[in-house]
Every structure is written in structure tokens, then in C-alpha cells.
């Protein structure tokens, strides 16, 4: 079975939202982590021009993949500058370490 690891950048606000949207459509994990970097939306307030985002991980297998990405979109999309990125990358092997095994599907 193919997987794909899904990584979205969006705002800090947004996050809530994003979380509890994944919960509705039963994403079985996400890492979630803060951090600070820019973009095309620069903080003009700051000298170093970083904002503060959130960074979602969720790795999910190619039939999930188109519907975690749309909800994540719903969830961040505000039309305003900021409201992030989200890229899409295969994976090439998937383990888990409490079994130490090759996920497989």
C-alpha cells in the first residue's frame, strides 16, 4: 500500500480548527508542532519578518490523502495572506517502532 506524508504550514489560530476537523473525519494521528519562518507574508512588525505558524504531519495512504488535504484547506482557508501551505510527499517506507515492523497496510 502506498502512503504519502502530508505536511501543512497554517496559521496559529487556524490550528484549532484544523485539529478538530481531522478528528471528524477519523485521521487516526497528526504531529503538530509550532514554528516561526516566512513566506510571501512577511510580519513587517519584526525585524527578523517571521510569523508564527503551526505545522501539521499526517501520514495517510493515497485514498485518504485527497480528502485530508481538502479538509485541512476548509479549515485553514481564511482568503487572508498567511493562511499557509500544504505539500504532499511520497513515502518510501513507513515503520513502526513499538513492533518494529514495515507498515505494509
Keep these: 500500500m502506498a502512503y504519502n506524508e502530508i505536511i501543512a504550514t497554517v496559521d496559529v ?10 478528528r471528524k473525519i477519523h485521521v487516526p494521528g497528526m504531529t503538530v508542532s509550532a514554528v516561526k519562518g516566512y513566506g ?12 508564527r505558524h503551526s505545522v501539521v504531519r499526517v501520514i495517510a495512504t493515497d ?9 485541512i484547506m476548509d479549515a485553514a482557508h481564511s482568503g487572508m495572506e498567511g493562511d499557509g501551505i500544504i505539500t504532499v510527499t511520497p513515502v518510501a517506507q513507513f515503520y513502526n517502532i513499538r513492533d518494529k515492523k514495515l507498515i505494509d497496510g
Aim: aromatic fraction near 4%; charged fraction near 40%; glycine fraction near 0%.
Design 13 to 22: 489560530l487556524a490550528m484549532k480548527k484544523v485539529r478538530r476537523e481531522l
Design 40 to 51: 510571501e507574508h512577511k510580519n513587517a512588525f519584526r525585524r527578523d519578518l517571521l510569523q
Design 63 to 71: 485514498d485518504q490523502t485527497d480528502n485530508i488535504v481538502q479538509t
